[in-house]
């Protein structure tokens, strides 16, 4: 029986999810066509997704767009890719407004092709007024390069007299990562069978509950997010305690 909306309690919901939109180009090969036809699929499943998580009052909603490792697939996939930003943050504004969904990224999007990049401003100013779901695209992304590139900034201010060495805590570290403003994900989600973290937050999801499923991204819908949801609502989250310690409050 499919997941629905009414069996979700929303009084546990968690506020930040995360996804790895994974299987794109193994369902595009199951329908015998070329890894793009899959990229393109996927969209209906990011506006399925993000609606959905508009719909329950989910705060911020994370999707690894593309990683700095997927710059290596063959430049025509990447242009096509690139191509498939622009394209989509320019037809979703709309509805990303209606839905009162605040768009952001992270990611080192500079390195981003000019079209790419111009849109992502574009999209980003258009509904940075918006109070709703933050939708948080992790573009040319990669959280060990986040993580170097904070330690670099700390090394750094320790090295100008900013701070002592001792000064460095996890705190000083969260508040430097490009998350510095978004809380930790409770859940991460990632589709088509793999169970992996593939470099993806890896700092903020210390404590996340993962949530591993077969569905490819292009098929992934509203109810397997239900799901994914109602899968986490059923967990004990201990964070190093026990059960009894937690069942006194």
Known sequence: MAADISNIDKNKLPSHIAVIMDGNGRWAKMHGKPRVFGHKNGVKSVREVSEAA???????LTLYAFSTENWSRPAIEIAALMGLLVETIRKEVSTL????????????????????????LEGIEKTKNNTGLTLILALNYSSRWEITNTVKKLAHEVKEGRIDPEDINEHLISANLNTATIPDPELLIRTSGEQRISNYLLW???????????????????????????????????????SEQLSKG
């Open 204 to 242: 903020q999801i210390a404590y996340s509950e993962l949530y591993f499923t077969n569905v490819y991204w292009p098929d992934f819908r509203k109810t397997h997010f239900y799901e994914a949801i109602i899968n986490f609502q059923n967990r004990e989250r201990r964070f190093g305690k026990i």
């Open 54 to 60: 508009a719909e329950l009052g989910i705060k911020y």
């Open 97 to 120: 407004n209606e839905n009162n969904i605040k768009l952001i990224s992270i990611g080192d999007i500079s390195k981003l092709p000019a079209k790419s990049y111009k849109a992502l």
